[in-house]
């Protein structure tokens, strides 16, 4: 079966860090395009970044651009986000998503994982 | 930036209706839009991408059509299961999500 399992959220001081790691199984990992996507309580979808399933590209969104890094391992087949100068505006479910291509709509999503930012 | 906007944001219906929902790229995308079904503590699941193919086990009730900047989805048969928020994203360039239409009951 085609799995997503998010891990890492919790809460964290305004300025912190945190990594977000997002297992999958059930598919080659390496294969795929795979993208994080968050929404903050009682709001939409935001999406977040994408990686190419060979990890040569990767692409951000203006709001986390500069303190957001996706990757992925290919030998654990999983997807991590690392998040810096967090801000209260970052808190929100954040959900890993597998898409069949690069460009593509997100046929796979994870359960989310929650992220919140106070002090 | 390709902005997407939904309407209505809030659609009442009942059991049954036929209901549609519009999407509208700011730009161009093609036929390169997705739908997607949110329940309330739940991930998205996608019904509909390349604008009207239904994904793998989504019922035939589900319908989308449109391409360039406008796009609806129609579901033929309102079922107690559809209420739900539904997003449309394109994913011509980057990839972006309308704000959502939730279908609530009437």
């Known amino acids: 079966e085609v799995q997503l399992l998010e891990s890492g959220g919790g809460l964290v001081q305004p300025g912190g860090s945190l990594r977000l790691s997002c297992a999958a199984s059930?598919?080659?990992?390496?294969?795929?395009?795979m993208s994080w996507v968050r929404q903050a309580p009682g709001k939409g979808l935001e999406w977040v970044s994408t990686?190419?399933?060979?990890?040569?590209?990767?692409f951000y969104a203006d709001s986390v651009k500069g303190r957001f890094t996706i990757s992925g391992d290919n030998s654990k087949n999983t997807l991590y986000l690392q998040m810096n100068s967090l801000s209260a505006e970052d808190t929100a479910v954040y959900y890993c998503?597998?898409?069949?291509?690069?460009?593509?709509?997100?046929?796979?999503w994870g359960q989310g994982t929650m992220v919140t930012v106070s002090s | 930036d390709i902005q997407m906007t939904q309407s209505p944001s809030t659609l009442s219906a009942s059991v049954g209706d036929r209901v549609t929902m519009t999407c509208r790229a700011s730009?161009?995308?093609?036929?390169?839009l997705a739908w997607y079904q949110q329940k309330p503590g739940k991930a998205p699941k996608l019904l509909i991408y390349?604008?009207?193919s239904l994904e793998s086990g989504v019922p035939s009730r589900f319908s989308g059509s449109g391409s360039g900047t406008e796009f609806t989805l129609t579901i033929s048969s309102l079922q107690p299961g559809d209420f739900a928020t539904y997003y449309c994203q394109q994913y011509n360039s980057g990839w972006t999500f309308g704000q959502g239409t939730k279908v609530e009951i009437k």
């Open positions: 390349k604008a009207s």
């Open positions: 059930g598919f080659t990992f390496s294969s795929y395009g």
């Open positions: 998503a597998k898409s069949q291509q690069l460009f593509y709509a997100f046929d796979i």
């Open positions: 990686i190419s399933g060979s990890g040569d590209n990767t």
């Open positions: 730009q161009s995308i093609s036929s390169w």
